[in-house]
């Protein structure tokens, strides 16, 4: 018995041992077969065969509707074993035509002992099957074996980036270098995410080069994700046209148009003037290459006014009809301010300052605030500080501290100069009165779509109150005096609807002198004025002969507001202008009718 129990025992660990193995076994089966079988693949792959990465296409920038404004093409690289190269010279003198190069081009790129050499980079599919097929006529002629036959040359994919529509909107777009890396725009600020992710694939090795049909996909190359701006192409179109006729006409600088919802702070239209050609970079100079509307600063001038007055507005020293006395010059400190055309000594409502664009009544409501409160009106509206656009480069402006201001500073900055801002930051201060006195930070970008066509919408925008309901109403009110006859824009207002808005006619720093030479003029508003759906700004720097922001911008803000409000189905509201007086003589004999119609 003793020996037929141990016996027994020997047979029960010799099978405990021999479960325990292959439970071993098949746990590490799956872990090869299962878990780790991607990597053992390619280790095998990598040990056989020679691998490459696989290009992935970038996602597409498109317009609100879909329509695209960058996208990847699919595209040839033709590249050469220059070992395989036996006489250069007569190689290159035949493939030379064919793609278009000059001989020295195709010699250079062929000569040497490299396996792999670029000949020519992003070609059209069309190129290479032409340069195979003559290749291949051509081989007919020799035997097999035949040194005067013409080998190695191979096809790699690729993509190339084109932009359908050009120059439309190429300065908020931007374009990729010839890496294919974005270089700049939102083409270089959301590379990252456009670019997507490279696969590999392997290939047989025939001495040393890739053997044509031999590639294999190893990983899959994933699609970059793609972005919907919240531009719409047709409202750019109207938008780049018309700057582009205007600083054309004013033998101008440059322009720039920012149309913009103020309620959700979406960029509607960025054109700008003179713009470049993204398919075409290689004659563009880098400054043609900047987006101005966030990366050039320049003094708002009198469109800054509307700061000043909203801030002595809100902290309640003035109302609409406060009357003040307007000399045409005005002294303070060591320097004497004007108003830009001459007059006699008059009595205005802050009304009337806006409609007549006033630097010394500007000036004089300006003084009712301390400077520091001044300072920081200007601050919540968004001078000094960036947007929040998310657009590449943008700058912050320029606000000099209360602390560094002169005798001179506080007047000079109530009537807008003496700081600094970009178009952006402009549209997004008058944005901030149409929308009731919260300020939206602008955006360009609609939302993003994943490689698998899977739409996330964009983050809703930060918002700030920086003045009243009441505050913003009454300014909307006065700053439709200034598209009336008797204001500085006239050729702003549109038939039908309601409009208000602020000229500005600043003199410009000239940064080859650091001095003030030559003007930036402007116009920026919103329509209807009592509803307001749109805000359009308008700026033009440095135009020859007349500069009124009035004369200048008014006809373009004209143009584009009406586009787009029969474009967007926006119908006027059917309520009528409420009526400002502009001076004293208007307020009393207001003032008297009202109280006739009362009695």
């Not at 479960?19 to 098949?26: A, E, P």
């Not at 390619?42 to 020679?50: H, T």
């Not at 003198?93 to 793609?99: E, K, R, T, W, Y």
């Not at 601050?379 to 501290?401: D, M």
Request: charged share 15%.
């Amino acid at each position: 018995m003793g020996n037929f129990a141990l016996a027994h025992s020997r047979i029960r660990l010799l099978v405990l041992v021999i479960t325990v193995f292959m439970l071993l076994f098949g746990v590490r089966l799956v872990q090869v077969q299962a878990l780790q079988a991607e990597d053992y693949r390619l280790r095998a792959v990598n040990e056989m065969e020679n691998t490459r990465s696989l290009l992935a296409p970038r996602g597409e920038i498109t317009d609100v509707n879909g329509v695209a404004f960058a996208r990847s093409v699919a595209a040839t690289s033709i590249v050469v074993d220059q070992t395989q190269i036996t006489n250069p010279s007569r190689v290159a003198s035949f493939v030379a035509p064919i793609l278009g190069l000059t001989v020295e081009e195709v010699k250079s790129s062929i000569s040497g002992d490299r396996k792999w050499s670029m000949v020519f980079q992003n070609a059209k599919p069309a190129t290479w099957q032409k340069l195979n097929s003559e290749i291949s006529t051509y081989n007919e002629k020799f035997p097999a074996m035949s040194p005067d036959r013409i080998i190695g040359f191979y096809p790699e994919n690729s993509y190339i980036r084109e932009y359908p529509s050009g120059s439309l909107v190429a300065s908020l777009v931007g374009f990729v270098n010839r890496s294919g890396v974005g270089a700049t725009g939102l083409e270089s600020s959301m590379n990252s995410i456009i670019s997507g992710v490279e696969g590999k694939y392997s290939y047989a090795n025939g001495y040393g080069a890739e053997i044509p049909g031999s590639q294999s996909e190893i990983i899959p190359a994933q699609a970059g994700t793609s972005v919907r701006l919240t531009i719409d192409r047709d409202i750019q179109w109207v938008a780049s046209r018309a700057i582009s006729d205007a600083v054309k006409s004013s033998r101008a600088i440059s322009g720039t148009v920012i149309v913009m919802d103020p309620a959700t702070g979406e960029i509607l239209a960025h054109a700008t003037a003179p713009t470049f050609n993204p398919n075409h970079t290689s004659k563009v100079s880098l400054v043609a290459m900047r987006n101005p509307s966030v990366q050039d600063v320049y003094e708002p001038g009198s469109t800054g006014k509307i700061m000043t007055v909203a801030a002595a507005l809100e902290e309640k020293k003035i109302t609409s009809d406060t009357v003040f006395t307007i000399p045409y010059k005005l002294k303070r400190s060591n320097e004497v301010f004007r108003d830009h055309e001459k007059h006699p000594t008059q009595r205005l409502t802050v009304s009337g300052v806006l409609a007549v664009s006033s630097n010394t009544g500007t000036i004089k409501i300006g003084e009712l605030l301390p400077n520091q409160v001044l300072y920081d009106y200007l601050s919540k509206f968004g001078v000094g500080v960036k947007t929040g656009s998310g657009l590449p480069g943008e700058s912050r402006g320029i606000l000099p501290e209360v602390a560094d201001w002169s005798g001179t500073t506080a007047p000079t900055v109530a009537f807008g100069q003496g700081y600094s801002l970009t178009s952006m930051q402009a549209t997004s201060i008058f944005a901030t009165i149409a929308n009731n006195g919260v300020r939206v930070s602008p955006t360009v970008i609609a939302g993003t779509s994943d490689s698998s066509g899977n739409y996330t919408p964009a983050q809703g925008r930060t918002s700030e109150r920086v003045v009243s309901i009441e505050t913003a109403k009454a300014m909307r009110i006065m700053m439709e005096s200034v598209v009336s006859s008797a204001g500085t824009a006239p050729s702003a207002a549109i038939n039908g609807y309601r409009v208000a808005g602020k000229t500005g006619t600043a003199m410009r720093i000239d940064d080859t002198c650091g001095c003030y030479r030559g003007y930036t003029a402007s116009f920026i508003g919103f329509a209807p004025a009592d509803k307001p759906a749109y805000v359009i700004s308008v700026t033009i720097q440095d135009p020859k002969g007349m500069h009124w922001g009035g004369a200048l911008g008014g006809p373009v803000f004209k143009q584009v507001m009406s586009f787009v409000l029969q474009s967007r189905h926006i119908a006027p509201t059917g309520t009528t202008v409420i009526p400002v007086a502009l001076t004293e003589r208007e307020l009393v004999a207001k003032r008297v009718a009202s109280a006739k119609t009362t009695k």
